[in-house]
């Protein structure tokens, strides 16, 4: 009588929509993922989650090693945040052998998190990105050019915290004084800060490359999407987009190929590129060294990346994916509400094109498989709501 296969074991490391849309595409996958017991609630009401181990409870980066320890050895790391795929990439050689993951070296990924050195790096390469300079104090402003200054933004070193502080990923300037004072309240707040050309043009300027390269730093996939709208505007996440071929983003894809060789990159990536509508040139923004808020469209879509990292995990074949669907859309709808909105107010989109815009669309939270988690994030979002009310009616 033949035995089965043994399945594999992932521990999916964070929080969030990520995590969610890494369940979903772990389940396509003969493997068992676990998730941390304390994740958010929405993701715990997924049919997909299952709760790690009451070790892994409340376990702050640092534990990771000891808490590792109530898990089967062989059991793959998926780091789904910027902190956890560091913490993993530089995890002791022996825990690495026992519990293995497909990231890249620790300092390959401390590049593509400070925005500073990532920045220097494109210009060592001579890569297309935003003309930027470093801002350590209100007084840098000082030798910056008026003219520069009104085409420009400011923007945080690292990326993750400055967003969950300010709900943006970065601020519009309208001159020096609002440069000084946006500047000020930033470092105020512990953040690092850089001013930024300013590209102009639509939310359908920006097109992201997303794929994974193997140990042997060959690159087994690549997908890419085009943003259709976004929230807040200019500066924050897409809340609709479609799959598009990957000869639409033009020499993006050779772009992002030479940084990421340049640096020794390994796993699953996100980059994100803005084309300058006075050149037609790509400028790359930044690179996400990991899952992304829509890694599940990217599977519905044929580009499974987790499974690709959990088979170069542990040593085995990776295989190429070429093809993808291509003109499928994803939609967010809570956040794609205000895009639409705003969009609406400046008559650039008519009600049967929203409408439209939707049907069919694939959305990250709710999935007619797995409707819970889109019952509760409507929960969380209605509670969030009477709170506000609650409170205007007190003041």
């Known amino acids: 009588m033949k035995t089965a296969e043994k399945r594999t074991r992932v521990l999916v490391l964070g929080s969030g929509i990520t995590v969610l849309g890494v369940l979903r595409a772990l389940s396509e996958v003969d493997a068992d993922a676990v998730a941390l017991p304390d994740v958010d609630r929405v993701t715990r009401r997924s049919r997909w989650f299952r709760a790690g181990p009451s070790a892994l409870s409340g376990m702050t980066p640092d534990a990771l090693p000891q808490a590792l320890e109530s898990l089967p050895v062989a059991t793959v790391l998926m780091a789904c945040s910027d902190l956890w795929v560091r913490t993993v990439a530089a995890l002791p050689a022996e825990v690495r052998i026992r519990y293995p993951a497909s990231v890249a070296p620790l300092q390959a990924l401390e590049l593509l998190v400070d925005k500073g050195r990532f920045g220097s790096a494109l210009d060592r390469l001579g890569l297309p990105h935003p003309a930027t300079r470093l801002m350590n104090s209100v007084q840098d402003l000082a030798v910056v050019p008026d003219t520069v200054i009104q085409n420009s933004f400011l923007k945080p070193v690292h990326s993750q915290q ?123 923004i930044e690179v996400n060294a990991r899952p992304w808020w829509y890694v599940e469209f990217a599977a519905r879509c044929g580009v499974n990346v987790c499974k690709l990292a959990i088979r170069d995990a542990l040593g085995q074949p990776v295989e190429t994916i070429s093809e993808y669907a291509v003109g499928r859309r994803c939609v967010y709808p809570y956040y794609d509400w205000h895009a639409a909105r705003a969009e609406l107010s400046a008559g650039r989109l008519g009600l049967p094109g929203w409408a439209r815009s939707w049907l069919g669309a694939y959305q990250p939270v709710f999935r007619w498989s797995d409707p819970l988690p889109a019952v509760g994030e409507v929960a969380v979002l209605i509670g969030k709501r009477l709170a506000k009310v609650g409170k205007q009616r007190r003041q």
């Open 162 to 284: 400055f967003f969950a502080r300010f709900g943006v990923k970065a601020f519009r300037i309208a001159d020096r004084s609002n440069a000084r004072d946006r500047l000020a309240e930033c470092i105020d707040a512990g953040f690092q800060m850089m001013l930024q050309d300013y590209i102009s043009g639509p939310a359908t300027n920006h097109y992201f490359i997303d794929g994974f390269i193997d140990r042997f730093g060959v690159v087994r996939a690549l997908f890419a999407r085009r943003r259709l709208r976004m929230s807040p505007p200019d500066f924050g996440n897409s809340t609709s987009q479609t799959s598009v071929p990957v000869e639409e983003t033009g020499d993006a894809s050779a772009t992002l190929k030479t940084l990421l060789a340049d640096i020794g990159y390994r796993g699953i990536f996100s980059a994100e590129f803005k084309r300058d509508p006075r050149d037609g040139v790509f400028n790359l």
